[in-house]
C-alpha cells in the first residue's frame, strides 16, 4: 500500500495567498521528510527538506513543519506568486546513503494572479 | 536542466516484447534510483543501486525485470516481457552517495504496452 499519501490532489490559490500541503506517513521508523517540486514536462527537483531531530524548518517562503506522533507533515507557502503553480510531491523515507524514498502522489497547486 | 540523462524519452512496445530503459546519472554520483509512475501518479519503488551493487529491489523486479549499472556504462532497466500495466512513466534518479538523501531525477523514459 502507499506509504506516503497527499490529501490534496488540487488546490488553487490566489496570488499573495497562503497555501497549506499536507502528507501523512505510515511508517514510523521515517526519519527524513521532503517536499520535491515539479514543473509540467520536467523533472521532480528537491524543494526542502527536514530530518526528524527538529519539527520546522523553514527556506524563504516555504516551511516545512513535522509532527511526528501524528506522522504527518506539511509544507507552508507564504506570498504565493505564478511561477509556485507546479505539482508538489511530499516524500518521506530513512536517512542514509542509498536509502529509497516513498512518495506521494502529488497535489498540483495553481497559484492565480 | 536534468543533469541526470535517460533515454529514450518514449518507448512503445507490444506485450511480451522486452523493452529496455537506459539511465546516466549525474556524474559523481554513485547512488541510482528507479523508480514507476503509474497513470494514478503513484511513484513505485523498482531498485537501487550503489555504483554496481543493488541495495534494494521489490519482488516484482528481481521476477520480471533485469536491471544493472555497470562501471563506465549507463544504467539499465529492461521489462523481460512487457505486459499492459508496465505502461507507466519510468524515472531514475541519482544521488551523491553522502549522508545527504537528495535526489536527482530524470526526465524519465514513458513506456506504453500496446
Known amino acids: 500500500g502507499q506509504q506516503v499519501k497527499q490529501s490534496s490532489p488540487s488546490l488553487t490559490v490566489q496570488e499573495g495567498g497562503i497555501l497549506i500541503l499536507n502528507c501523512d506517513y505510515e511508517?514510523?521508523?521515517?526519519?527524513?521528510f521532503a517536499w520535491y517540486k515539479k514543473y509540467p514536462d520536467n523533472s521532480p527537483t528537491l524543494l526542502i527538506s527536514v530530518r526528524s531531530n527538529v519539527d520546522k524548518r523553514e527556506d524563504g517562503r516555504f516551511t516545512v513543519f513535522l509532527n511526528k506522533s501524528g506522522k504527518h507533515f506539511s509544507l507552508h507557502i507564504t506570498a504565493s506568486q505564478p511561477e509556485d503553480t507546479a505539482v508538489y510531491l511530499c516524500a518521506a523515507g530513512l536517512q542514509g546513503t542509498g536509502s529509497k524514498l516513498s512518495f506521494g502522489k502529488g497535489a498540483k497547486l495553481t497559484v492565480s494572479p | 536542466n536534468s543533469k541526470v540523462i535517460q533515454t529514450p524519452r518514449y518507448l512503445v512496445k507490444g506485450q511480451g516484447q522486452k523493452a529496455k530503459m537506459r539511465c546516466i546519472p549525474e556524474k559523481g554520483h554513485p547512488v541510482v534510483f528507479w523508480y514507476q509512475q503509474n497513470k494514478n501518479n503513484e511513484f513505485k519503488f523498482l531498485i537501487n543501486?550503489?555504483?554496481?551493487?543493488?541495495?534494494?529491489q521489490i519482488d516484482m523486479t528481481e521476477k520480471r525485470f533485469s536491471a544493472e549499472c555497470p562501471s563506465n556504462s549507463p544504467c539499465s532497466l529492461e521489462i523481460q516481457s512487457s505486459e499492459a500495466g508496465d505502461s507507466a512513466l519510468y524515472l531514475c534518479a541519482s544521488s551523491d552517495g553522502t549522508s545527504n538523501e537528495r535526489l536527482f531525477f530524470g526526465h524519465g523514459t514513458k513506456l506504453s504496452v500496446l
Open positions: 543501486f550503489q555504483n554496481q551493487e543493488v541495495l534494494q
Open positions: 511508517n514510523d521508523m521515517f526519519d527524513y
